[in-house]
């Protein structure tokens, strides 16, 4: 059975935590607590949810601003106009709203004219006048993570958490909050924690799931976690965020060689072919599969669905992590036009924008993408030139340590294959120090040894990589 949070009764005028509502009417609060709940669990149709309590209530600002606050979080260009179109109905609305409303509408706005992080710094003043705002703390949060800002995830949960407990609506999120954020400052003991903590409230809270997942994945517990995700998949593989936690999945098994295992994960839940999925996923699914290439893994023609759903977006340039993606399948399915559009985009991008995104792609975006070419024609050692002095800020790329490892990987594998074999040594060892149970770290240590000729260093390598594959 799935524990059961405590809920408050709504008052007029507030929110289950206590948080004003520049509103009167109990269905319109219920039913926008009900949407952040489906947003927060990766549960159901939460715009579809908000939807409705606009329908009913149409002057519901606040229903306006959390359609347009969690909009933001597709970094889709394709629902731009919806996220806009609720910022006019918002803007329509400002003379009856309350400080806190206004300080979403200042947030959603400044991030409907890129800039993103200007929209952190309004929510953050959000939750600093009202700590128990639920919204706010989950925006902060999750845009966090979208821009890479490390320290930020953590830290904007740090700032209230004394303030919550088990009596407040929604607290199992927060901790879920908590616990990826001190994840990915590498405090595992304390996010493993908090997000076991977070399970035993609610199992099905994927994103808690996530966390310790994060945990274990960046620990090296391959094992622990392919049966942690296992014995849990009960709860998260029917929710919104499955597709990412089976990209988790996979990486266990990756990192054991059980390469097998890794294409039936993407064949059974990564493949969208017939299903309409959103960016997020084809992300995983790309992801996924440039790791199988860097492992000399054939994936036949799985690139060219791929591909497909990424041409659209060849020229959004919304978002730097969603194009260095979008350049994988472009590369790896020979899609030239498709590449040269998505380069002339970003160039031209970041020579006359001055938004967050433009930043994000200069410095790490654009050398990526033409990093991933140099890689697939084989210029190996013009891939190790581009992504060598960026390797250590990679994090403004945004993502998770995790999901940015792709760049550390090809960097490796590009020096191995430049027959660059004293940086690859270096590199290789830099991955077996942080995780030294991945039998891929010890190949790639042993590959560069056999390059300088040390055979029975090459030979040691080998051997515990096969240790960790038998067992």
Same mark, same amino acid.
């Given at each position: 059975?799935?524990?059961?949070?405590?809920?408050?009764?709504?008052?007029?005028?507030?929110?289950?935590?206590?948080?004003?509502?520049?509103?009167?009417?109990?269905?319109?609060?219920?039913?926008?607590?009900?949407?952040?709940?489906?947003?927060?669990?990766?549960?159901?149709?939460?715009?579809?949810?908000?939807?409705?309590?606009?329908?009913?209530?149409?002057?519901?600002?606040?229903?306006?601003?959390?359609?347009?606050?969690?909009?933001?979080?597709?970094?889709?260009?394709?629902?731009?106009?919806?996220?806009?179109?609720?910022?006019?109905?918002?803007?329509?609305?400002?003379?009856? %709203?309350? +400080?806190? *409303?206004? =300080?979403?509408? !200042?947030?959603?706005?400044?991030?409907?004219?890129?800039?993103?992080?200007? #929209? $952190?710094?309004?929510?953050?003043?959000?939750?600093?006048?009202?700590?128990?705002?639920?919204?706010?703390?989950?925006?902060?949060?999750?845009?966090?993570?979208?821009?890479?800002?490390?320290?930020?995830?953590?830290?904007?949960?740090?700032?209230?958490?004394?303030?919550?407990?088990?009596?407040?609506?929604?607290?199992?999120?927060?901790?879920?909050?908590?616990?990826?954020?001190?994840?990915?400052?590498?405090?595992? %003991?304390? +996010?493993? *924690?908090? =997000?076991?903590? !977070?399970?035993?409230?609610?199992?099905?809270?994927?994103?808690?799931?996530? #966390? $310790?997942?994060?945990?274990?994945?960046?620990?090296?517990?391959?094992?622990?976690?392919?049966?942690?995700?296992?014995?849990?998949?009960?709860?998260?593989?029917?929710?919104?965020?499955?597709?990412?936690?089976?990209?988790?999945?996979?990486?266990?098994?990756?990192?054991?060689?059980?390469?097998?295992?890794?294409?039936?994960?993407?064949?059974?839940?990564?493949?969208?072919?017939?299903?309409?999925?959103?960016?997020?996923?084809?992300?995983?699914?790309?992801?996924?599969?440039?790791?199988?290439?860097?492992?000399?893994?054939?994936?036949?023609?799985?690139?060219?669905?791929?591909?497909?759903?990424?041409?659209?977006?060849?020229?959004?340039?919304?978002?730097?992590?969603?194009?260095?993606?979008?350049?994988?399948?472009?590369?790896?399915?020979?899609?030239?036009?498709?590449?040269?559009?998505?380069?002339?985009?970003?160039?031209?991008?970041?020579?006359?924008?001055?938004?967050?995104?433009?930043?994000?792609?200069?410095?790490?975006?654009?050398?990526?993408?033409?990093?991933?070419?140099?890689?697939?024609?084989?210029?190996?050692?013009?891939?190790?030139?581009?992504?060598?002095?960026?390797?250590?800020?990679?994090?403004?790329?945004?993502?998770?340590?995790?999901?940015?490892?792709?760049?550390?990987?090809?960097?490796?594998?590009?020096?191995?294959?430049?027959?660059?074999?004293?940086?690859?040594?270096?590199?290789?060892?830099?991955?077996?120090?942080?995780?030294?149970?991945?039998?891929?770290?010890?190949?790639?240590?042993?590959?560069?040894?056999?390059?300088?000729?040390?055979?029975?260093?090459?030979?040691?390598?080998?051997?515990?990589?096969?240790?960790?594959?038998?067992?």
């Amino acid at each position: 059975m799935v524990a059961q949070h405590k809920k408050m009764a709504v008052r007029t005028g507030f929110d289950p935590r206590g948080v004003p509502v520049s509103c009167a009417e109990p269905g319109a609060i219920e039913g926008l607590e009900k949407a952040l709940e489906m947003a927060l669990a990766f549960r159901g149709d939460a715009i579809a949810q908000i939807d409705q309590v606009l329908r009913d209530y149409p002057d519901f600002i606040m229903g306006w601003l959390f359609k347009a606050g969690w909009l933001t979080q597709s970094m889709e260009t394709r629902i731009y106009p919806d996220m806009v179109a609720a910022v006019t109905q918002a803007e329509k609305l400002l003379a009856t %709203a309350n +400080a806190r *409303e206004r =300080g979403h509408y !200042a947030a959603v706005e400044a991030w409907m004219h890129g800039d993103f992080y200007g #929209a $952190v710094q309004k929510w953050e003043a959000v939750l600093t006048a009202y700590p128990m705002d639920l919204f706010a703390l989950a925006l902060i949060h999750y845009t966090d993570v979208l821009l890479g800002d490390v320290v930020g995830q953590r830290d904007v949960v740090a700032r209230v958490f004394n303030l919550w407990d088990e009596n407040v609506p929604g607290f199992e999120f927060v901790l879920g909050f908590y616990a990826f954020g001190l994840e990915e400052n590498r405090d595992f %003991a304390e +996010a493993e *924690e908090m =997000g076991r903590r !977070a399970l035993a409230i609610r199992p099905d809270n994927p994103y808690s799931v996530h #966390a $310790v997942s994060h945990v274990m994945e960046m620990q090296g517990r391959q094992v622990g976690g392919i049966r942690f995700m296992q014995d849990n998949l009960a709860y998260w593989g029917t929710s919104n965020f499955a597709n990412h936690l089976w990209w988790h999945t996979s990486l266990y098994h990756l990192d054991l060689e059980q390469n097998d295992m890794v294409m039936d994960i993407f064949d059974s839940h990564l493949n969208s072919v017939g299903k309409e999925g959103d960016r997020y996923e084809e992300l995983d699914a790309a992801a996924l599969l440039w790791r199988l290439n860097l492992v000399g893994i054939d994936v036949g023609d799985r690139w060219a669905h791929l591909a497909d759903k990424w041409a659209t977006s060849a020229q959004d340039t919304l978002y730097a992590f969603n194009d260095v993606h979008a350049m994988m399948t472009f590369v790896a399915d020979d899609r030239v036009e498709a590449q040269a559009a998505l380069l002339s985009a970003n160039e031209r991008h970041i020579e006359n924008a001055s938004d967050a995104n433009a930043s994000m792609s200069r410095e790490i975006g654009l050398p990526f993408c033409l990093a991933i070419q140099d890689f697939k024609s084989g210029n190996y050692s013009a891939c190790v030139d581009r992504l060598l002095p960026v390797r250590y800020m990679t994090q403004k790329l945004g993502g998770s340590f995790a999901q940015r490892d792709i760049i550390g990987w090809t960097l490796l594998e590009a020096a191995l294959r430049a027959k660059r074999f004293d940086l690859a040594l270096g590199l290789a060892n830099e991955r077996a120090a942080l995780k030294s149970t991945s039998a891929q770290n010890w190949r790639a240590v042993a590959r560069a040894y056999h390059g300088l000729g040390n055979h029975n260093k090459a030979d040691q390598a080998t051997a515990r990589a096969q240790a960790l594959i038998a067992g």
